[in-house]
C-alpha cells in the first residue's frame, strides 16, 4: 500500500496533477459574446498557449484528501515533450522525494522510507484505473491543450461569458499512438478559454466508461517574458473518494536547459 503523500504526488502530476474558493478564478467578461466556430477558437487557442523548449519554476503544494491538508514545496523541470522531473520537500525542510516521467517510464524516489519504483505507464494507468500519457500530464502541468490529440470532433458554445470547446469523443492522433496504446480509451472534453486572450481557464476530462474525472482551474495570469502562463492552478480528481491539489508558482524559467538529476542510492528498496 502507498502512504497519502505517494498519493498526492501522483495526483498532483496527474492532474497537475484541481474549485470554487480557490485563487485560481474564471475571469468573467461583462459584455456579450459572439458565437466563434470550433476551428477558429482552436487556432486562437494554438497561437496563444505557451511557446518552450525548456521550463522550470518553484512551488507550492496543499493537498487534501479526507479533508486533512498536507502542504509541499518544490521545483518542476520540464523539457517539452520529453521529461518531467519534480522535486517534493515538506513545507520547511530537506527533499523528501524526487519524481521522473519520461514518454514511457515513470521513476519515483522516496528519502523518508528509502524506497523507490521505476515502471511505465501501466503503474499509474492501474492505480488511478485511467489512462493518461505524457502529453496528457505536460498539458495539465502548464495550461495548453494536448498535442498529440484529434481536434477535429469539438464544438464551440458560449458559457458564463466564456468559450467553451467540448468533445463526446477525442483520441489519440493514430501517426502518435504506440502498439501497447491499441486498446486506449475515448474521453470526454470541456475547455473553457477566456475570450480576450483565448488562454484556457479550466478543462476537464471524463472517460467514457467510468465516472472518474479530471478538472483543472487555472487562474493569476501574469506575463512572463511576453506569455501570459497561470501562477496558481486547482486540480481535481472526483472519484470515489476526492483529491483536490492546489499549485501556486513562483520564479519561473523559460528556455534555460537544465539537468534532470536522479540517482538512486544502492540501499533502496524498490517496491514496484
Known amino acids: 500500500m502507498m502512504d497519502h503523500r505517494l498519493t498526492g504526488i501522483l495526483a498532483g502530476l496527474l492532474l497537475l496533477a484541481i474549485l470554487a474558493g480557490c485563487s485560481a478564478k474564471r475571469h468573467i467578461i461583462k459584455s456579450p459574446l459572439k458565437e466563434a466556430k470550433s476551428t477558429y477558437l482552436l487556432e486562437q487557442l494554438a497561437e496563444n498557449e505557451?511557446?518552450?523548449?525548456?521550463?522550470?519554476?518553484?512551488?507550492?503544494?496543499?493537498?487534501?484528501?479526507?479533508?486533512?491538508?498536507?502542504?509541499?514545496?518544490?521545483?518542476?523541470?520540464?523539457?517539452?515533450?520529453?521529461?518531467?522531473?519534480?522535486?517534493?520537500?515538506?513545507?520547511l525542510g530537506i527533499e523528501m522525494a524526487r519524481l521522473k516521467i519520461t514518454n514511457d517510464s515513470v521513476f519515483f524516489m522516496n528519502r523518508l522510507n528509502k524506497t523507490y519504483l521505476r515502471g511505465d505507464?501501466?503503474?499509474?494507468?492501474?492505480?488511478?484505473?485511467?489512462?493518461?500519457?505524457?502529453?496528457?500530464?505536460?498539458?495539465?502541468?502548464?495550461?495548453?491543450?494536448?498535442?498529440?490529440?484529434?481536434?477535429?470532433?469539438?464544438r464551440a458554445s458560449i458559457d458564463n461569458q466564456e468559450y467553451k470547446l467540448s468533445t463526446t469523443e477525442?483520441?489519440?492522433?493514430?501517426?502518435?499512438?504506440?502498439?501497447?496504446?491499441?486498446?486506449?480509451?475515448?474521453?470526454?472534453?470541456?475547455?473553457?478559454?477566456?475570450?480576450?486572450?483565448?488562454?484556457?481557464?479550466?478543462?476537464?476530462?471524463?472517460?467514457?466508461?467510468?465516472d472518474k474525472k479530471l478538472d483543472a482551474h487555472y487562474g493569476n495570469f501574469k506575463d512572463h517574458e511576453g506569455q501570459l502562463f497561470p501562477f496558481d492552478i486547482m486540480f481535481e480528481i472526483i472519484a470515489d473518494e476526492k483529491i483536490t491539489v492546489k499549485?501556486?508558482?513562483?520564479?519561473?524559467?523559460?528556455?534555460?536547459?537544465?539537468?534532470?538529476?536522479?540517482?538512486?542510492p544502492s540501499k533502496y528498496e524498490r517496491i514496484y
Do not use: C, M
Open 121 to 154: 505507464y501501466r503503474f499509474i494507468n492501474e492505480y488511478l484505473q485511467t489512462n493518461i500519457d505524457f502529453d496528457i500530464l505536460q498539458a495539465f502541468i502548464i495550461g495548453n491543450d494536448f498535442q498529440f490529440y484529434e481536434k477535429s470532433k469539438f
Open 170 to 210: 477525442r483520441h489519440k492522433l493514430k501517426k502518435f499512438v504506440k502498439q501497447d496504446e491499441t486498446s486506449a480509451k475515448a474521453f470526454y472534453q470541456n475547455i473553457w478559454l477566456n475570450p480576450e486572450n483565448f488562454k484556457i481557464t479550466r478543462v476537464d476530462i471524463k472517460e467514457i466508461t467510468n
Open 50 to 91: 505557451l511557446q518552450f523548449d525548456w521550463f522550470s519554476a518553484k512551488f507550492s503544494i496543499d493537498y487534501i484528501y479526507d479533508k486533512k491538508l498536507t502542504e509541499f514545496r518544490g521545483q518542476i523541470r520540464i523539457q517539452k515533450d520529453s521529461i518531467i522531473w519534480l522535486s517534493f520537500s515538506p513545507a
Open 247 to 264: 499549485v501556486d508558482y513562483s520564479r519561473i524559467k523559460l528556455d534555460e536547459p537544465h539537468t534532470f538529476p536522479f540517482t538512486i
